[in-house]
């Protein structure tokens, strides 16, 4: 369904055709590659900001770019899970941007967009932004879900069946 709406693939071609863009389909994130996640963020977000009329092409292209950043989180054990999610969460949208700007050429509006995702560790200066930090919440969720439920499906090592 995404790969064939016409108005945002005209937008989102350019960046999902990327090399480096391409890049994310090698990392894992929540249950799926970080490319797929984005693409799915774009859209969900391109077509709440196309309903209430507001600037979709901006919203399309930061949320593309909002978590491009290039590697594998490793989560370790015990309470420094706590401190290096922080860690993470307020660092990956500055990384994300930092990359996006090496590659595409970006307005402010797209900047936030990805800089603010993370509300609250950061503030969405726009419908916009509002909506990609929502929209990026709520799949998140789906993911993580889909993840345990999958985790929890496998067998133990020790299992006897
Ligand atoms: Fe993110
Ligand atoms: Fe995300």
């Known amino acids: 369904m995404i790969y064939f709406d016409y108005r945002f693939m005209e937008v989102a071609r350019p960046i999902i055709e990327h090399e480096q863009y391409q890049q994310m389909r090698k990392i894992k994130h929540h249950d799926e590659s970080v490319f797929d996640h984005s693409v799915k963020v774009a859209f969900y977000a391109y077509r709440m900001a196309y ?16 978590d491009f950043f290039l590697y594998k ?11 290096d999610s922080i860690k993470h969460a307020i660092a990956h949208p500055l990384i994300a941007f930092d990359n996006a700007s090496k590659y595409f050429d970006l307005n402010k509006k797209e900047e936030n967009i990805i800089k ?3 509300f609250p560790f950061g503030l969405p200066k726009s419908k916009e932004a509002w909506i990609v930090s929502y929209v990026d919440k709520y799949i998140a ?13 496998r067998k133990p090592a020790y299992s006897t069946e």
Do not use: P
């Open 51 to 66: 309903k209430y009329n507001l600037d979709w092409e901006s919203t399309i292209r930061g949320a593309l770019l909002h």
């Open 73 to 83: 989180f490793k989560k370790c054990l015990g309470l420094r899970i706590i401190t």
């Open 116 to 118: 603010a995702h993370m």
């Open 141 to 153: 969720t789906f993911e993580y879900a889909s993840n345990f439920k999958k985790m929890a499906r």
